[in-house]
């Protein structure tokens, strides 16, 4: 099973809809969550990290769910410009260094 | 400069080439990382120095040579690449053990020729 893993999607959606990714991980000694963006042959972004008590930043919600291991991003009012790649991420600590997983990315299309 | 800059942005190399990739990172964080991303792949972990030590080498052929010589500098060495090593290769920073996000460059895309 891969530590962590996205619906690849992809996601076409008309622009103000609303949609959600879901991410699972697989190692319950993951610590930390994040949401990437990664726009077309560019470096990913961070878009914000995922805090147990789940959190919003604009159009943007994350959450995040400890006992079924499971972090979800949800975008409202969805625009052209939120077409991206999606990557969900998981931490945790590895001896000597902190290992951040990153799951494949789920790939979101705004339709005009 | 801020923020983690990577070059050069693009690379085309032969087989017998040697070549080596930069990064620096002007964070003032303790961790560098090296990662490949080919096509419709996820990101791949090559390596990690924190504190200038590297942590993690997740069996990365010996033809790729990390080299980080102080917190802000962190440089891939390549020598006698294959084609099927032409990808996006890049760089990010973090402050290591705090749960902190990785920051990272725009990236080098390589081809192999």
């Known amino acids: 099973r891969k530590e962590v893993e996205q619906d690849p999607g992809p996601f076409n959606v008309p622009e103000g809809a609303t949609v959600a990714f879901n991410c699972t991980y697989s190692n319950s000694a993951s610590q930390s969550f994040f949401w990437y963006r990664q726009d077309c042959r560019k470096e990913p972004k961070l878009l914000m990290s995922v805090y147990s008590s789940g959190n919003e930043d604009g159009r943007f919600t994350a959450q995040l769910n400890r006992a079924s291991q499971y972090i979800s991003l949800l975008i409202r009012d969805s625009k052209l410009s939120d077409s991206a790649t999606y990557l969900c991420v998981a931490g945790r600590s590895g001896g000597s260094n902190y290992k951040l997983t990153f799951g494949k990315g789920t790939l979101l299309t705004v339709n005009p | 400069e801020t923020g983690v800059t990577q070059t050069p942005r693009h690379l085309v190399m032969g087989m017998t080439n040697k070549k080596s990739l930069k990064c620096e990172q002007h964070?003032?964080?303790?961790?560098m990382y090296w990662y490949k991303q080919s096509a419709k792949k996820p990101l791949e972990l090559m390596f990690v120095?924190?504190?200038?030590?590297?942590?993690e080498n997740n069996s990365v052929p010996s033809r790729f040579s990390p080299e980080c010589p102080n917190s802000s500098h962190l440089f891939l060495h390549l020598h006698t690449l294959q084609p099927e090593d032409s990808a996006l290769y890049l760089c990010?920073?973090?402050?290591?053990?705090?749960?902190?996000?990785?920051?990272f460059g725009n990236g080098t895309r390589l081809t192999v020729t």
């Open positions: 120095y924190s504190l200038e030590e590297r942590v």
């Open positions: 964070l003032g964080h303790n961790a």
């Open positions: 990010a920073s973090s402050q290591i053990n705090t749960g902190s996000p990785l920051h």
